[in-house]
C-alpha cells in the first residue's frame, strides 16, 4: 500500500507505466508491477530481497521514514549520517516529519502515522540531483516545498484583506468569488466560498496558478 501511495504522489496520480513484467520480483504481478514501479525506479523503495517485494506486508516506523526521507531527497544526507535505520530517523527528525519514536523502531505505522508524516513534510523543501561534475559525483539543488514539487500546489500565509463583502486594502471590494490575500487576487472553490466572510483575518492558503495565469 505504501508504494502505491508514494507512486501516485511522484507521478501526480497519472496512468505511469507500460511495464510487460514485474522485474526481479516474484511476488508481483504485472498490473501491481505497473502502478508501483516509480517507486522503484526511483529507488524511494526496494524489496525485502532481491526476488521479493512483500508487496503486503506491514511497514515498519523505522522504513516509513527511510521512504520519506528518499521521498524528499535527502537519502544521501541520512547514508552520511549513519544509513539504516537511525540515519533516516534522524535526518526525518531534523526535516521536521518523524512522528514521536515508539519504544521499537520495527513497530508497524498506521495510516494515522504516515499521514502525520506527509503533512509535515508538506513545507519540506525537495533536494534534487543537478549536475554531474568529473569528480563523479551529484550536485544537490534545493528545489520547491514537497506539496509545490509534486503536485504544483503553491502556499501562501497573509491576511485576507478583501472580497466581495468588505475590504480593509484600501483598494476596494473584489468581484463575487474572489479574495484578496496579501496583494493577490485568487478564485474560491465551492468549497473555500466561505472566506470572504473572514476579511482581516489570517489565513493559509493551498492554490494552484491555471492556464490563464488566475489563482485559485
Given at each position: 500500500?505504501?508504494?502505491?501511495?508514494?507512486?501516485?504522489?511522484?507521478?501526480?496520480?497519472?496512468?505511469?507505466?507500460?511495464?510487460?513484467?514485474?522485474?526481479?520480483?516474484?511476488?508481483?504481478?504485472?498490473?501491481?508491477?505497473q502502478?508501483?514501479?516509480?517507486?522503484?525506479?526511483?529507488?524511494?523503495?526496494?524489496?525485502?530481497?532481491?526476488?521479493?517485494?512483500?508487496?503486503?506486508?506491514?511497514?515498519?516506523?523505522?522504513?516509513?521514514?527511510?521512504?520519506?526521507?528518499a521521498l524528499?531527497?535527502?537519502?544521501?544526507?541520512?547514508?552520511?549520517?549513519?544509513?539504516?535505520?537511525?540515519?533516516?530517523?534522524?535526518?526525518?527528525?531534523?526535516?521536521?516529519?518523524?512522528?514521536k519514536?515508539?519504544?521499537?523502531?520495527?513497530?508497524?505505522?498506521?495510516?494515522?502515522?504516515?499521514?502525520?508524516?506527509?503533512?509535515?513534510?508538506?513545507?519540506?523543501?525537495?533536494?534534487?540531483?543537478?549536475?554531474?561534475?568529473p569528480?563523479?559525483?551529484?550536485?544537490?539543488?534545493?528545489?520547491?516545498?514537497?506539496?509545490?514539487?509534486y503536485?504544483?500546489?503553491?502556499?501562501?500565509?497573509?491576511?485576507?484583506?478583501?472580497?466581495?463583502?468588505?475590504?480593509?486594502?484600501?483598494?476596494?471590494?473584489?468581484?463575487?468569488?474572489?479574495?484578496?490575500?496579501?496583494?493577490?487576487?485568487?478564485?474560491?472553490?465551492?468549497?473555500?466560498?466561505?472566506?470572504?466572510?473572514?476579511?482581516?483575518y489570517?489565513?493559509?492558503?493551498?492554490?494552484?496558478?491555471?492556464?490563464?495565469?488566475?489563482?485559485?
Amino acid at each position: 500500500e505504501l508504494a502505491l501511495i508514494v507512486s501516485d504522489i511522484i507521478m501526480h496520480g497519472e496512468n505511469t507505466s507500460s511495464a510487460e513484467d514485474s522485474g526481479n520480483f516474484s511476488d508481483i504481478d504485472i498490473t501491481r508491477s505497473q502502478k508501483i514501479l516509480p517507486a522503484i525506479e526511483r529507488g524511494i523503495m526496494g524489496g525485502v530481497s532481491d526476488t521479493e517485494f512483500a508487496p503486503d506486508e506491514n511497514v515498519t516506523y523505522a522504513a516509513m521514514l527511510k521512504v520519506m526521507t528518499a521521498l524528499l531527497g535527502y537519502s544521501e544526507r541520512a547514508e552520511i549520517g549513519g544509513g539504516y535505520p537511525y540515519g533516516y530517523i534522524s535526518t526525518a527528525s531534523s526535516l521536521g516529519i518523524a512522528p514521536k519514536m515508539p519504544g521499537d523502531i520495527n513497530s508497524f505505522v498506521t495510516y494515522n502515522t504516515l499521514a502525520y508524516s506527509l503533512k509535515a513534510a508538506v513545507s519540506v523543501n525537495v533536494l534534487e540531483k543537478s549536475t554531474y561534475d568529473p569528480s563523479k559525483s551529484y550536485n544537490w539543488v534545493e528545489k520547491e516545498p514537497f506539496l509545490e514539487y509534486y503536485f504544483r500546489i503553491k502556499t501562501v500565509s497573509d491576511v485576507i484583506v478583501s472580497s466581495s463583502l468588505a475590504d480593509i486594502s484600501g483598494s476596494g471590494t473584489v468581484k463575487y468569488g474572489t479574495v484578496r490575500i496579501g496583494d493577490e487576487i485568487f478564485n474560491l472553490s465551492a468549497e473555500c466560498d466561505s472566506l470572504r466572510n473572514y476579511v482581516g483575518y489570517d489565513t493559509d492558503v493551498y492554490f494552484k496558478e491555471d492556464a490563464h495565469g488566475e489563482y485559485e
